[in-house]
């Protein structure tokens, strides 16, 4: 009776968890609305800023735009991946992730993905209409959109990493930052880069595809990462 | 029935340093009951965190049917159910809600009907829909209580499962845990009460001795 | 498992002695070959028919410059080393390397602000090198600062040994993107260290120079180490036992 009981047990596959876990994680998200729209608030405050402290002329500002849209996006994406495994640890649910007999590496690497879902492709899809107020030239939009649909999962998975190191640490916010800001730096070469070769009418495909090789780079090694931290962050709080 | 399920095989235990215990070998079998005992700091949970396989014991092994955990965590963690101080809650949610989320994430599967007579067990009747920020401290762990009512895993541990319940709740749950013990469950558990249960075994923590403080 | 218990408790020990037996004479030696090194450089060495007497900065330059790298190297080893077979020496050594690092990080920078100025005519370039470099300060800075957020000491070796191997594993992606953008805004840089071949006047004194640098990190990281196996390792008996004697004896 033992052991048929647990040969039944033994096969649990990992798909229904995951489905599980994205409905309980957007449905946590929309429980509390105003979190999903701070970010994106930040992020049109950060660029309000340049025209009013640097220059507010077409010429300046279309030059800029993409580094500036770029940076904003990195700011913003810091700040709300501060806090993506705090709930989760001060709740207890990262035991029950522990435990629950599915790989970490794939519950760690789904939930970045799926807040990536509701604060970074927010941020995004919002971005072409911050490009309109910078001036940005109008035929490259497809290219600015398609460089952040890239590149701010990136941030995310990185920024998860941050996350996972100092979820159980009190100074939080400004660490996470000061950690994983320079690790981002090549993403934001390649996708400010690929959008500049853009405007200037250059082939942008190797950029395309160094962005796309930190991407997946990203996609298998970040989570090993985030995983093994918050192992032991749960361990020590 | 009386092989042993869970072996404990000289189990030492090192955090930050400092030796919490030493050689410590026990075993459980299906059906048994048995409390970890231990003052404040003597290595209660951490106990519990290395035998569900968080914690890596500094020497020793933890064997399931005569296999080491460490061989196959998965296929051990599919059998467990673990239930630490912070019991997995999130107020955003609805009571009923959460619990679905708490088997599902282990794999189990519950129809509604399930989960509201597992809810209403646990004395919750008629706050399954309500969103858990509005339940006091007693009720949302008898949400996560409730947890112990559908789980499928036969190992189960506990780590004080009776904090922060009334004596109403703490006798329910006393005669769940009997309940449960006697259809085949191992159950291990932490408590500051003395508990009025019958035919459970005790294991003392403490006196690690090669540490001045 | 018994083999991480020898580990963990046989390491600290060992190493306290031997670091203690050799980081005086390290010490001495690297003293003197820098001594020579700096002379050597300063005042034997040929004038550059390009640049005059301003490139005999490269016997500081190149010395910080590469021992500021290799040391994030030897951390990353260090951090797998200490994640892999639990030894706890590991996490001492970054613990003792990480500010070198970031020490050196920073003479790198500073002297080569200094000999940009004759030679590009501003303090600061925006060179693949100089931003490369300053980013590894902030690699540096990173983990030492996650290290003074963690209190726990089981936390903080994973914790900076995660961190220290994604870094490693930046390095190259952030180096290859940040010269790939310079190229981009900077066609024509004139590079610091690639020369066409030193004469063995200039370049004999800059191997003394680079020697005596890795003798000297050598000697800080074996004192450092010491400092951190006391204080870690403060409860055990043979601490106790060798600060007593220590305290009585030592001048």
Redesign the interface.
């Known amino acids: 009776m033992t052991d048929h009981r647990a040969n039944q047990v033994n096969d649990k596959p990992l798909l229904p968890v995951l489905t599980t876990i994205f409905k309980h994680e957007l449905m946590t998200a929309f429980q509390n609305r105003q979190q999903l729209v701070n970010p994106l608030i930040f992020f049109v405050l950060v660029l309000l800023l340049f025209p009013l402290g640097v220059d507010p002329s077409p010429q300046f500002l279309s030059a800029a735009a993409p580094g500036l849209i770029w940076v904003a996006v990195l700011l913003s994406s810091m700040l709300s991946l501060g806090t993506l495994f705090k709930d989760d640890l001060q709740d207890g649910s990262l035991e029950q992730w522990l435990v629950c007999g599915q790989p970490l590496y794939f519950l760690v690497l789904f939930k970045t993905i799926v807040h990536w879902l509701y604060t970074g492709l927010p941020i995004v899809l919002f971005s072409p209409l911050l490009a309109l107020m910078l001036h940005f030239p109008m035929d490259n939009y497809s290219v600015l959109v398609l460089s952040l649909l890239l590149g701010s999962p990136v941030i995310a998975l990185l920024g998860g ?1 941050g996350a996972a ?2 979820v ?4 939080g916010g400004i ?1 996470v930052s ?2 994983i ?3 981002t ?2 993403v934001l ?2 996708g400010t ?1 690929m959008v500049l070769a853009s405007i200037d009418g250059v082939p942008f495909m190797g950029q395309l595809a ?1 962005l796309a090789s ?1 991407f997946f780079l990203a996609l298998t ?1 970040c989570p090993l ?1 985030s995983a ?2 918050l192992k ?2 749960v ?2 709080s | 029935m009386t092989q042993s399920l869970l072996d404990i095989c000289n189990v030492s235990c090192e ?3 400092r030796l919490l215990f030493q050689n410590l070998s026990f075993s459980c079998t299906h059906g048994s009951l048995t409390q970890i005992a231990g003052a404040n700091g003597a290595g209660k949970t951490s106990l519990l965190a290395i035998l569900a396989g968080l914690l890596n ?5 933890i064997r399931v049917d005569g296999n080491s955990i460490y061989d196959d965590m998965a296929a051990f963690h599919q059998r467990l159910l673990y239930f630490p101080h912070r019991p997995a809650i999130k107020l955003e949610l609805t009571a009923r809600q959460n619990l679905n989320f708490l088997i599902r994430l282990h794999g189990g599967r519950a129809t509604q009907a399930d989960l509201d007579s597992a809810l209403q067990e646990m004395g919750l009747l008629g706050y399954e829909e309500t969103l858990c920020r509005h339940l006091s401290a007693g009720q949302l762990r008898r949400v996560a209580l409730a947890r112990l009512i559908i789980s499928e895993a036969d190992v189960w541990l506990l780590d004080e499962p009776f904090t922060a319940l009334d004596v109403q709740a703490v006798s329910d749950l006393e005669g769940l845990l009997s309940k449960k013990a006697s259809a085949g469950k191992c159950i291990l558990f932490t408590t500051h009460h003395t508990t009025q249960m019958k035919n459970y075994s005790k294991i003392t923590l403490g006196g690690a001795s090669d ?2 403080d | ?2 083999w ?2 020898f580990h ?1 408790l046989g390491s600290p020990r060992w190493f306290y002695d031997i670091a203690g037996r050799h980081y005086a004479w390290l010490m001495m030696l690297s003293v003197v070959l820098l001594c020579i090194g700096t002379i050597w450089g300063l005042v034997f060495a040929p004038e550059d028919y390009q640049q005059g007497n301003s490139f005999r900065i490269i016997y500081l330059h190149v010395p910080t410059a590469i021992l500021a790298q290799s040391c994030y190297m030897m951390m990353a080893t260090a951090a797998l080393t200490g994640l892999v077979w639990k030894m706890k020496i590991a996490d001492m050594f970054i613990a003792a390397a990480a500010p070198l690092g970031a020490a050196f990080t920073f003479l790198a920078l500073f002297t080569g602000a200094v000999w940009g100025k004759p030679t590009w005519g501003t303090w600061w370039v925006w060179d693949a090198r100089l931003t490369a470099m300053l ?1 590894l300060l ?2 540096y ?2 983990v030492m ?2 290290r003074s ?2 209190e ?4 903080r070796e ?2 900076t040994a ?2 220290v ?3 490693v ?2 390095i190259p ?2 180096k ?3 010269e ?2 310079n190229t ?1 805004h900077q066609p024509a840089t004139f590079t610091l260290t690639e020369k066409p071949a030193m004469p063995p006047e200039m370049w004999v004194p800059l191997l003394v120079m680079v020697i005596g640098s890795y003798l000297f990190f050598t000697s800080l990281v074996f004192q450092g180490v010491r400092n951190e196996i006391l204080q ?2 403060a ?1 055990k008996s043979w601490v106790k036992k060798l600060l007593a004697t220590e305290g009585s004896t030592s001048d």
């Open positions: 990493i190191l100092t159980s640490l009190r100074s660490l000061l950690l800001l320079p690790l730096i090549p070469i390649f880069g160094l930190l090694l990462a093994a931290a032991m962050s361990l020590n | 955090r930050d340093d014991p500094l020497e020793g092994d540490i001045d | 498992m018994k991480t218990f963990k980013v902030f690699l800075l990173g600062a996650l957020a963690i726990y000491s089981d936390m994973k914790s995660i961190l191997l994604v870094g594993i930046n992606i952030i290859y993107s940040v790939w953008w981009l870690r390792e409860r």
